[in-house]
T-cell receptor, first 113, second 112 residues
Framework: EPEVTQTPSHQVTQMGQEVILRCVPI?????FYWYRQILGQKVEFLVS????????KSEIFDDQFSVERPDGSNFTLKIRSTKLEDSAMYFC???????????FGQGTRLTVV | GDSVTQMEGPVTLSEEAFLTINCTYT??????LFWYVQYPGEGLQLLLK?????DKGSNKGFEATYRKETTSFHLEKGSVQVSDSAVYFC???????????FGQGTRLTINP
């Protein structure tokens, strides 16, 4: 069964460092998403990506964040200069088209120290 | 804005007990409603969904009915198993919107 794959499963980084979280969406999917969940809080939408550009982003997704689909298979989330409050579980998701089932990866736990 | 509220966890039950996890929502229009489940070490998986009022979603013995009058989508299962231990997320998606809006999740532990 096709699945969304995220790497790494856990990343520890020092405050101020750049991190790149990687995702391989399901191959025939067209819409890609990043969500995050700070420990004990809600899963929050960060950004959606379609046709090689951002289609929607939340207020959380500020200038420190960027997304890219560099090679037609990977979908990455970059945080330029991490803060302690960026510590969270980050989920990637993809869908074939709007209002269909979203398939999620297993998440990357980011710990900023 | 749109929002989803779930009952506070964690919830601990004995095997074969009846389960209810409450979920209410606030949204404009007619959203689609979902329950996602996250088993330990895995990603979010769609458990069931309902796309219009009075629809009942069901899967693996779980059920939830889309109640527009009470803006609710409570998850129920008649007899839980140890393997149902997971975190359950209620979510909505407005028609044509690109994102899911999640509740905070409810951790369920089933003891043998």
């Amino acid at each position: 069964e096709p699945e969304v794959t995220q790497t790494p499963s856990h990343q520890v980084t020092q405050m101020g460092q750049e991190v790149i979280l990687r995702c391989v969406p399901i191959s025939n999917h067209l819409y890609f998403y990043w969500y995050r969940q700070i420990l004990g809080q809600k899963v929050e939408f960060l950004v959606s990506f379609y046709n090689n550009e951002i289609s929607e982003k939340s207020e959380i997704f500020d200038d420190q964040f960027s997304v890219e689909r560099p090679d037609g298979s990977n979908f990455t989330l970059k945080i330029r200069s991490t803060k302690l409050e960026d510590s969270a579980m980050y989920f990637c998701a993809s869908v074939t088209e709007l209002n269909t089932e979203a398939f999620f990866g297993q998440g990357t736990r980011l710990t900023v120290v | 804005g749109d929002s989803v509220t779930q009952m506070e966890g964690p919830v601990t039950l004995s095997e074969e007990a009846f389960l209810t996890i409450n979920c209410t929502y606030t949204a404009t229009g007619y959203p689609s409603l979902f329950w996602y489940v996250q088993y330990p070490g895995e990603g979010l998986q769609l458990l069931l969904k309902a796309t219009k009022a009075d629809d009942k979603g069901s899967n693996k013995g779980f059920e939830a009915t889309y109640r527009k009058e009470t803006t609710s989508f409570h998850l129920e299962k008649g007899s839980v198993q140890v393997s149902d231990s997971a975190v359950y997320f209620c979510a909505l998606n407005r028609q044509g919107a690109q994102k899911l809006v999640f509740g905070q999740g409810t951790r369920l532990t089933i003891n043998p």
